[in-house]
C-alpha cells in the first residue's frame, strides 16, 4: 500500500523524535545516573584543566541555532509533499531566463544539460523563456530563440574589481548587455544543474505569486548516474539541510538569516539588478552568500520554491575537500565584511565559527566520557540533542535522495547504513576543510570539475 504525503511526514516525524531521545539516552544526555554531579572539576583537572573542558563543552553550542532551524524546518512543514500542482495557466507567466554560469572548460557537459533543460520547460508548458549561458571561453552552442551564449570579454571590470562568477553574473547586468525587463525573473544554475518538471511549475507558481524578488528550492545529488558514493552520501546532509533550515528559513521569516546556495536561485531582475554582485574581491569568493546578505540588508524578501533541482557531488575528495575550503574561506569574507551591517548577519556569523571551531566542538565526543564534568542538565540535553539533529540528517538525507522504487529494498537499506559509516569520513573531511580554510589563502577560487567520468563502483 502506497502512503501519502501526510503519512509519510508523520511517520518520518515520529522516527526522528525517537531517534533523538534513543541517542540522548545512549549519549548521557537524559542523565539516571547522579555520579557525574558528585565530581568537582577544579579540584580533580584543576583550573585550567577544568576551564578548557566547560570552553569546548559550551563552544559546541555555536550550532544550536541551525540546528533548532533544522528540527522545527524538518517537522513542521511536509517533508514529503506532493507533486507541484501549476496555479495558473504557464501562458500568463512572466518572461522567465535561466542564467548559467560557466568557465567554458566542459563544452559537451553545458551543451548537453542545456538541450535537457530546454526540453524540460517546454514539457512543463512554459513559453515565456530563454536559456543563458554566459561563460569565459566560447562554447559554440546553437543559438536559437529560446538559447543564447554570451562570452565575458577579457578586458570587462567591474568597478570594485570583482572576480570570478561575481564578475561575470555583474556583466550580464550592465546596461549594455543586459536585454531583460526589471519585471522579467532569473533562474541561476550552474552548469551541471538539471530542472525537473516540478522544479519548473515551482518556479513558475512562484514567479505568478510575485509576492517575493527572491527564492530558492531543494537541490539533491543522487539521481541518474551516482559517480562518487562516498561525497554523494556525504551531501545527503545538504539535501536535508534545503529541508530544514532553508524552508523554515524561508517560509517563517522569508529572509537568508543563514544565508542560501548559489544555484537554484530566483531572482527578479529589477531586485537583482539593484543589490549587484559587483561587491569587489571579497564578495568573489562566496558571491551567493554575500548577494544574500545585501539583499537582506535592502529589505527584500524571500520564499522556499516547490519541486527539485538536480546535481552532482563532486567527482573525487580532492575537489569535495576543495569546495568546502571555498565556501568556509567565502562565508569568512561575508562576515567579516563591513559593506555588510552585523545585525543583518549574527546567524551567520555564528554559523561560520561554529564550523570554524568544528575540530574544537567534536573533540567533547572523547573528553565528554574520559574528562566528566558536572553540567546543568540542560545542558547535557542540548548538546546530545545537536548530535542527534545532525546525525539524523544524514539518515533523512537518504530517505529524500534514494527512493525504494528506484533502487530496490537491498540497496535502499544498504544507503541508510552506508550513511552512518560516512558520518566520521565527513567530519576528519571538513575538518581538513576547516584548518586548511582558516589558515589559507582566503582569496583563490576553486572550480569542482563536474564533468562526468566513469562511477566508483563499490
Request: charged fraction near 20%; include cysteine; proline fraction near 4%.
Amino acid at each position: 500500500m502506497m502512503l501519502d504525503s501526510k503519512s509519510k511526514h508523520y511517520l518520518h516525524c515520529c522516527l526522528f523524535v525517537s531517534f533523538i531521545f534513543l541517542f540522548e539516552i545512549l549519549s548521557g544526555g537524559l542523565k539516571f545516573d547522579k555520579s557525574v554531579y558528585e565530581i568537582n572539576p577544579w579540584v580533580r583537572y584543576g583550573y585550567l584543566g577544568a576551564s578548557l573542558l566547560y570552553f569546548l563543552r559550551f563552544i559546541a553550542f555555536l550550532s544550536l541555532p541551525q540546528v533548532l532551524f533544522n528540527f522545527i524546518g524538518l517537522t513542521l512543514y511536509n517533508a514529503f509533499p506532493d507533486k507541484v500542482i501549476l496555479k495558473g495557466s504557464p501562458l500568463l507567466a512572466p518572461f522567465v531566463c535561466f542564467r548559467v554560469v560557466t568557465r567554458g572548460d566542459f563544452p559537451h557537459l553545458v551543451k548537453t544539460n542545456v538541450n535537457r533543460n530546454k526540453n524540460k520547460c517546454i514539457d512543463a508548458g512554459l513559453e515565456n523563456f530563454l536559456i543563458q549561458v554566459v561563460t569565459d571561453k566560447p562554447i559554440g552552442l546553437e543559438q536559437d530563440k529560446r538559447v543564447q551564449e554570451i562570452v565575458v570579454p577579457t578586458t570587462y571590470r567591474t568597478k570594485t574589481g570583482a572576480l570570478f562568477k561575481a564578475r561575470a553574473l555583474q556583466y550580464c547586468l550592465e546596461d549594455d548587455v543586459n536585454i531583460l525587463n526589471d519585471t522579467d525573473w532569473l533562474v541561476h544554475l550552474d552548469e551541471e544543474t538539471i530542472l525537473t518538471e516540478n522544479s519548473v511549475r515551482g518556479i513558475l507558481n512562484f514567479v505568478m505569486d510575485g509576492k517575493h524578488q527572491f527564492g530558492q528550492g531543494l537541490i539533491t545529488y543522487a539521481n541518474e548516474e551516482v559517480v562518487n558514493w562516498i561525497t554523494t552520501l556525504a551531501d545527503t546532509f545538504r539535501v536535508t539541510d534545503d529541508m530544514g533550515k532553508l524552508k523554515f528559513q524561508f517560509r517563517m521569516f522569508h529572509k537568508p538569516l543563514f544565508s542560501w546556495k548559489g544555484s537554484f536561485v530566483v531572482t527578479q531582475v529589477g531586485a537583482e539588478r539593484a543589490v549587484s554582485f559587483d561587491n569587489g574581491i571579497d564578495g568573489s569568493i562566496a558571491e551567493d552568500c554575500f548577494f544574500a546578505m545585501r539583499a537582506y540588508e535592502k529589505g527584500y524578501s524571500f520564499n522556499f520554491i516547490e519541486g527539485e533541482m538536480w546535481e552532482k557531488s563532486p567527482f573525487t575528495l580532492w575537489d569535495f575537500i576543495q569546495q568546502r575550503k571555498r565556501w568556509l574561506q567565502g562565508i569568512f569574507l561575508v562576515v567579516h565584511s563591513k559593506q555588510i551591517p552585523f545585525k543583518n548577519k549574527i546567524l551567520l556569523a555564528i554559523s561560520c565559527y561554529s564550523w570554524m571551531t568544528m575540530p574544537l566542538s567534536l573533540s567533547n565526543l572523547v573528553l565528554a566520557s574520559r574528562y566528566p564534568i558536572p553540567c546543568n542538565p540542560l545542558v547535557d540535553f542540548f548538546c546530545a540533542f545537536i548530535g542527534a539533529v545532525n546525525m539524523y540528517m544524514f539518515i533523512f538525507g537518504v530517505i529524500k535522495s534514494f527512493t525504494i522504487y528506484r533502487i530496490g529494498l537491498a540497496r535502499f537499506m544498504l544507503c541508510l547504513v552506508a550513511a552512518f559509516f560516512v558520518i566520521p569520513f565527513n567530519m576528519v573531511i571538513e575538518n581538513i576543510a576547516v584548518i586548511w580554510g582558516v589558515f589559507g589563502r582566503k582569496h583563490a577560487f576553486y572550480v569542482v570539475n563536474k564533468n562526468l567520468k566513469p562511477a566508483v563502483v563499490i
